[in-house]
Nanobody, 121 residues
């Protein structure tokens, strides 16, 4: 059983900062890509940022220059530093990770339960 647990969501004023964390635990052999997605009310879930095991990153255009994704492979944790937050960043943020549970096994996506980020104007 694999678990992803997010933390760090909060209510913050526009222009403020938050740091999200997501820790993976359970039966894990290896983790490939990790990422953050978000879903605002009435909208589809969208990609925010991803990071490979080697540290290569990818960002949605809407967050480039404001958000930074990073990971600690030893801790099986991914982070999202969010600066210059805007009201349109308000959403539930979900962590995702591609995980294999044994050597040579396939990788499957796992998801956290989400953490609420609310940015007031």
């Amino acid at each position: 059983q694999v678990q992803l647990v997010e933390s760090g969501g909060d209510l913050v004023q526009a222009g403020g900062s938050l740091r999200l964390s997501c820790a993976a635990s359970g039966r894990i052999f290896n983790i490939a890509a990790m990422g953050w997605y978000r879903q605002a009310p009435g909208k589809q879930r969208e990609l925010v940022a991803t990071i490979t095991s080697g540290g290569r990153t990818n960002y949605a255009d809407s967050v480039k220059g404001r958000f930074t994704i990073s990971r600690d492979n030893a801790k099986k944790t991914v982070y999202l530093q969010m600066n210059s937050l805007k009201p349109e960043d308000t959403a539930v943020y979900y962590c995702s990770a591609e995980i294999s549970i044994y050597a040579g096994g396939s990788y499957y996506p796992s998801w956290g339960q989400g953490t609420q980020v609310t940015v007031s104007s």
